[in-house]
């Protein structure tokens, strides 16, 4: 291969009356008494030409003279010809033996636009289509750079480049090249431990920036073949990141936030870019997959919305989302809504994610578990629910201003969590309490509907405090808020330990709203061993008791005098005695002078 001898084209002025010329020397100094005798048409373009060089070359251009009703036709016409007039320029130099360059640009035009003209070893040797096939094979697959060009050039070449093989020879060799790439990163990270991480990031960037300019069925093509060679996953998502950054740059955040202001410096049309969007689902690695970031899964979310994607691809962003809900911020949530006269977030389709991930916890049980034969201390869908509960809150507190947002939508958000899912309702009669605040038109009877839904046992005390003096709670909300706060304290000076009523609720065995049925029946389980392991430990104090007093009884009865007023004051101490005794029953008697020696007596009693 050797560069162009010189620029000179082939092609005829459009006016006909003016004679085609020659600049190249060698071409005048074979034909230089010689005038051109064959016209051939590309693409509306003429070009006056030679028989001679074209039909030992062209299988095609031979049959094609060899056909006509004139062996001497001037005339042919190539229609559709791959590559237009700049490739079928290169091939005529090729036949006319002028010197040119085979590139990574037009190394699959030339391969197809030899194909075409038929010019293979059957008609000369060293021909085009075998001088193509050479440089792909030998060239191009080495490069993963060149395979990339290469593949840009085939985005506008018909059908017949798939056929040849060109695409699949430059995906392959892309994805061999991208393996080689990180395991080339990996040994050197084995080297130098302190610079692994850059070197490694530095080794991926380049050929993910190349891939970007592929157009999404040739990318795709990419993907599959790297995922099924073995390139890392986390490679592929960083890839799949830049790729949507590059590709979806257009949909700006003006566009999401004012959908109706056009867009001005879109590089692709709307479909094109739903296509992209919806293929790019599609890429992702399995569900389970911890390596796409949860800010691309809910970018990709909200392009989705944006492009109007398919129900099916929506959907699958969202189940993605909620198998990791207890990690997502509260700024993820806020998803913008483009439906008019509706309100400023998207509220449905929190709601689904939602529903989604009390799908998957229950799903979880399920399969971990036929019965409730676990001594866990808690599962882990459980704690989990019990972030997620915390997030909803906060995400109800942001969105309550909302002027828009109506009180079925709010009360749907609120309904969508079980009462187990939280621990105490403070978050949201916090939340309520905003909602109430931005909307001060609502009736009684519906702040009675949204406020039953706090439950005031599992108030703390400052949100105590600050319902029982909210002017905004209906009052029949106030006087339960007194209420329970008037058993707390009275827990509180009857020596139940924790924090009022709800502490004395979980601490008895009552099944507690805080927590799931499935948790519930092992705290049960761990009171009553407990419990068992109390009376067994009362039971060995008594019995200690019990013959300590022999002892004492057969010293006594040694001695004389008060032996039996002693024996009769301590049988009463041991009487007073009770494993289950209630908040006052370690209460002792001052005991009376008569009885004497009641110091020794206090010294059993058990507290």
């Known amino acids: 291969m050797v560069s162009f001898s010189d620029n000179t084209s082939l092609s005829c002025p459009n006016n006909p009356s003016q004679a085609p010329k020659f600049a190249n020397t060698f071409t005048t100094r074979i034909f230089s008494d010689v005038a051109g005798d064959i016209t051939i048409t590309v693409d509306g373009e003429s070009f006056l030409l030679h028989k001679f060089p074209l039909v030992s070359r062209s299988g095609k251009i031979r049959k094609m003279v060899a056909d006509g009703k004139d062996y001497n036709v001037s005339k042919l016409e190539l229609v559709n010809f791959p590559g237009g007039q700049h490739t079928f320029e290169l091939a005529m130099k090729f036949c006319y033996g002028m010197n040119f360059e085979i590139t990574a640009a037009n190394a699959a035009l030339l391969r197809c636009a030899a194909e075409y003209l038929e010019m293979s070893e059957d008609y000369r040797e060293e021909n085009l289509i075998g001088r193509t096939e050479v440089?792909?094979?030998?060239?191009?697959?080495?490069?993963?750079?060149?395979?990339?060009?290469?593949?840009?050039?085939?985005?506008?070449?018909?059908?017949?480049?798939?056929?040849?093989?060109?695409?699949?020879?430059?995906?392959?060799?892309?994805?061999?090249?991208?393996?080689?790439?990180?395991?080339?990163?990996?040994?050197?990270?084995?080297?130098?431990?302190?610079?692994?991480?850059?070197?490694?990031?530095?080794?991926?960037?380049?050929?993910?920036?190349?891939?970007?300019?592929?157009?999404?069925?040739?990318?795709?093509?990419?993907?599959?073949?790297?995922?099924?060679?073995?390139?890392?996953?986390?490679?592929?998502?960083?890839?799949?990141?830049?790729?949507?950054?590059?590709?979806?740059?257009?949909?700006?955040?003006?566009?999401?936030?004012?959908?109706?202001?056009?867009?001005?410096?879109?590089?692709?049309?709307?479909?094109?870019?739903?296509?992209?969007?919806?293929?790019?689902?599609?890429?992702?690695?399995?569900l389970?997959?911890?390596?796409?970031?949860?800010?691309?899964?809910?970018?990709?979310?909200?392009?989705?919305?944006?492009?109007?994607?398919?129900?099916?691809?929506?959907?699958?962003?969202?189940?993605?989302?909620?198998?990791?809900?207890?990690?997502?911020?509260?700024?993820?949530?806020?998803?913008?809504?483009?439906?008019?006269?509706?309100?400023?977030?998207?509220?449905?389709?929190?709601?689904?994610?939602?529903?989604?991930?009390?799908?998957?916890?229950?799903?979880?049980?399920?399969?971990?578990?036929?019965?409730?034969?676990?001594?866990?201390?808690?599962?882990?869908?459980?704690?989990?629910?019990?972030k997620v509960g915390r997030l909803i809150d906060s995400y109800l507190a942001e969105i309550g201003p909302d002027p828009y947002l109506s009180l079925q939508k709010f009360i749907a958000m609120i309904e969508t969590l079980p009462d187990y899912a939280r621990v105490i309702d403070d978050g949201l009669y916090r939340a309520i309490d905003i909602y109430l605040k931005a909307h001060p038109m609502l009736s009684d009877h519906e702040c009675k509907k949204l406020c039953k839904f706090i439950d005031c046992q599992k108030l703390s005390q400052e949100a105590t405090n600050h319902a029982a003096q909210n002017e905004r709670l209906p009052v029949q909300m106030a006087i339960k808020v007194l209420y329970f706060e008037q058993l707390r304290l009275?827990?509180?000076?009857?020596?139940?330990?924790?924090?009022?009523?709800?502490?004395?609720?979980?601490?008895?065995?009552?099944?507690?709203?805080?927590?799931?049925?499935?948790?519930?029946?092992?705290?049960?389980?761990?009171?009553?061993?407990?419990?068992?392991?109390?009376?067994?430990?009362?039971?060995?104090?008594?019995?200690?008791?019990?013959?300590?007093?022999v002892v004492m009884k057969r010293g006594m009865m040694e001695k004389s005098g008060n032996g039996k007023t002693f024996f009769t004051s301590l049988s009463k101490g041991i009487g007073r005695i009770g494993i289950f005794s209630g908040p006052g029953g370690g209460k002792r008697r001052k005991p009376r002078g008569s009885e004497g020696k009641s110091?020794?007596?206090?010294r059993y009693s058990v507290s």
């Open 135 to 286: 440089y792909l094979n030998d060239v191009v697959v080495q490069s993963l750079e060149k395979c990339v060009e290469v593949l840009c050039t085939c985005e506008n070449l018909p059908p017949i480049v798939e056929e040849l093989g060109i695409i699949n020879t430059c995906v392959e060799a892309i994805a061999m090249n991208a393996c080689k790439e990180q395991l080339v990163s990996g040994l050197s990270a084995l080297d130098c431990n302190g610079e692994s991480t850059e070197l490694k990031t530095g080794c991926m960037e380049w050929w993910i920036e190349d891939l970007s300019v592929l157009r999404i069925d040739y990318y795709h093509k990419v993907i599959t073949s790297m995922a099924r060679i073995g390139v890392r996953p986390d490679t592929i998502v960083e890839s799949l990141m830049h790729y949507a950054q590059i590709s979806l740059k257009s949909i700006g955040k003006c566009q999401i936030w004012n959908p109706a202001r056009p867009n001005s410096n879109s590089g692709t049309t709307e479909s094109e870019q739903k296509t992209i969007v919806e293929a790019l689902v599609n890429f992702l690695p399995t």
């Open 288 to 386: 389970k997959s911890s390596n796409v970031p949860l800010s691309f899964l809910f970018g990709m979310l909200r392009m989705a919305i944006m492009v109007e994607a398919t129900v099916a691809c929506r959907l699958e962003l969202e189940r993605r989302i909620a198998f990791r809900l207890e990690m997502v911020s509260l700024d993820d949530l806020l998803i913008p809504s483009l439906r008019a006269r509706d309100s400023l977030f998207d509220i449905d389709t929190v709601h689904r994610i939602v529903v989604n991930f009390l799908q998957q916890i229950e799903d979880e049980e399920n399969e971990d578990s036929g019965g409730y034969e676990s001594d866990g201390l808690a599962s882990l869908g459980h704690g989990s629910l019990l």
């Open 490 to 549: 009275k827990n509180a000076l009857c020596g139940s330990s924790g924090d009022g009523f709800l502490s004395q609720k979980i601490s008895s065995g009552v099944p507690s709203a805080a927590m799931s049925p499935r948790d519930n029946y092992a705290s049960l389980r761990r009171e009553n061993r407990e419990l068992k392991l109390e009376i067994s430990r009362m039971r060995v104090r008594l019995s200690e008791l019990e013959k300590e007093q």
């Open 599 to 602: 110091g020794r007596s206090r």
